[in-house]
């Protein structure tokens, strides 16, 4: 091996660091359902994947929450829900790439125009083919929501890229937008799965049915985790930045 390749190993702190915040996660989401009005347990994956990037994030949101199980009940639906708070993760991990210790004290909305402008725009268009091509549903609030917003969701992401703050109002509606979208989507998507009990259940109008049906349900999940973010978002991120620099964590970027 050449002398200049350096072989770099996950650290035992690192290791630490990544089951301190599945902990917390853990925590925070089990005290979510009887005792606070907001959902502490995604609002911590996507902190854990702006402070540690989008392999961590994704570690930690897919452990969390097949640690949660074990206390809440574990079954078919614990490999969707693993997957969908390890992708939020992931996810928040990629479009904040860059934190600065500093920005969480200011406020640039300006670089909101992009990712909101991009999911507003693909749900016009959802709500368009659904005034032209309305398949026999008698509401727009269904599967439209969740694919077009996907769209624009990713559109955005890749529109600002590297250059959204990581300030309460931007943390806020990120988290709004990305709850609903991806784990309402992934969530829906499952049940028809976990609910079919044979091949013949598994039709495009049950699934129109499901996202009907949990579209209120899944704002209701975003809209407490990006209270929950609003709040404390900052104060976290700041204080996992610190740590960070005290103890010479890195931001892993690969995926």
Known sequence: MPKNRVRKGVKAREIVMIAVMSAITVIGNLLSFPILPIQAGTGMVIISGIAFGPVVGLIIGMLSRLIVNFFTGQGVWTIWQMCAWGLMGLLSGVVFSKIDIEAPRSRDFKVLIGPVTAILVMEVIAYI??????????????????????????????????????????????????????????????TMFMSSMSAADLSIDALKALYITGAPFDLWHAVRTAIFVF???????????????????????RI
């Open 129 to 190: 083919s659904y005034i032209v091509w309305p398949n026999g549903e008698d509401t727009f609030f269904g599967w439209r929501l969740y694919v077009f917003g996907f769209v624009g969701l990713v559109i955005g992401a890749i529109i600002q890229r590297k250059r959204m703050p990581a300030d309460d109002i931007t943390l806020a509606i990120f988290s709004l937008f990305v709850v609903f979208i991806i784990y309402g989507g992934i969530m829906n998507f499952g």
């Open 231 to 253: 709040i404390f978002g900052n104060s976290i991120l700041v204080k996992l930045e610190r740590v960070k620099i005290k103890y010479g964590f890195y931001r892993i970027k």
